[in-house]
């Protein structure tokens, strides 16, 4: 049984490193249903009072007020914000609490890129808000899609829409201005990292007319190391000692992800796909930018 909780917000958006295109991280909630078990975030609900991750949700319902004002404040450059870096923001408390379609009106109003991610259809009910920020500034939709096995997925991400219904989502987003992006990440070796499923993967992807897939393998350490293999000794216990001598550190080593990805960047380019995320970025931050020169240009022509 799922418990929700009410978790207070100090600050709305908190800076990341210079390592990726994007800068800060949005965060509505802690804990996730979809009870994906390999979510690298389970780390981060030792900092509350529980460690059931899937069953214990922490809302931030008072984070709206937070936003707002970092957003307006003068010292914002409107920079993109990745929403859902640790947990998924279209999560089923989201129906609940639908702190997103807010937070989508304040982007609006303040004209701020955001890269959304998730693995949920619910983002479709925000369809028309998207649309809007997508034609004011840049917005990315990605999903992340592990399997087109669906006896696989029920089992590996038991809360997650069926992964053919993300794929459908991503297509409707094709039709706003958005960008639109298929993570296949992680990436399970011996589990989904076959030939015929990472081809699936990108054929999928290709129906979608996604901009750009970026894969991933599987990275195991702390609860989330725990939780993974106990995992695959329920339902795969075939494949325990394989991916015990693969994993002896936290990652795969390097020999197997360098023909892992030889053969995934064979698929992706035959079907014409790329694994370029910042080129759209950068173009529509680039439009943004000449855009609102030419209208401070014109304002001060007028005057």
Known sequence: MTEYHILPCQSALHELGRRVPYHWDLNLYRGCEHGCRY????????YLDTEDYFGHIYAKTDI??????????????????????VTDSYQPAEAHYRLMTEVLRLLIRYKTPAIIS????????????????SRITY???????????????????????????????????????????????????????SYENIDALFAAAHASRVHYCLPGTLYLRGQTR?????????HYPHLSAPLHELYKTGGAPKGYKDALYQMVGERRAHY???????????????????????VAFNLGSQN
């Open 139 to 193: 917005v990315n939709v990605a999903a992340t899609v592990t399997t087109m096995d669906e006896s696989v997925r029920s089992l590996l991400e038991p809360g997650a829409a069926p992964s053919l219904r993300r794929f459908e989502m991503l297509a409707q987003f094709r039709k706003t201005n958005a960008s639109t992006g298929l993570h296949v990440m992680p990436i399970i070796p011996y589990l989904t990292d």
């Open 39 to 46: 979510c690298y975030a389970m780390y981060s609900h030792r």
């Open 64 to 85: 709206l007020e937070a936003l707002e004002r970092e957003l307006s404040s003068p010292s914002w450059k409107r920079e993109v914000v990745n929403i859902g870096g």
């Open 226 to 234: 725990k939780v993974f293999f106990r995992f695959i000794d329920q």
């Open 272 to 294: 014409g796909l790329t694994g370029s995320y910042a080129k759209p970025m950068k173009e529509k931050m680039t439009q943004a930018l000449q855009e609102n020169a030419q």
């Open 118 to 133: 998730t693995k949920s259809e619910l983002v479709l009910r925000d369809y028309d808000l998207i649309d809007q920020l």
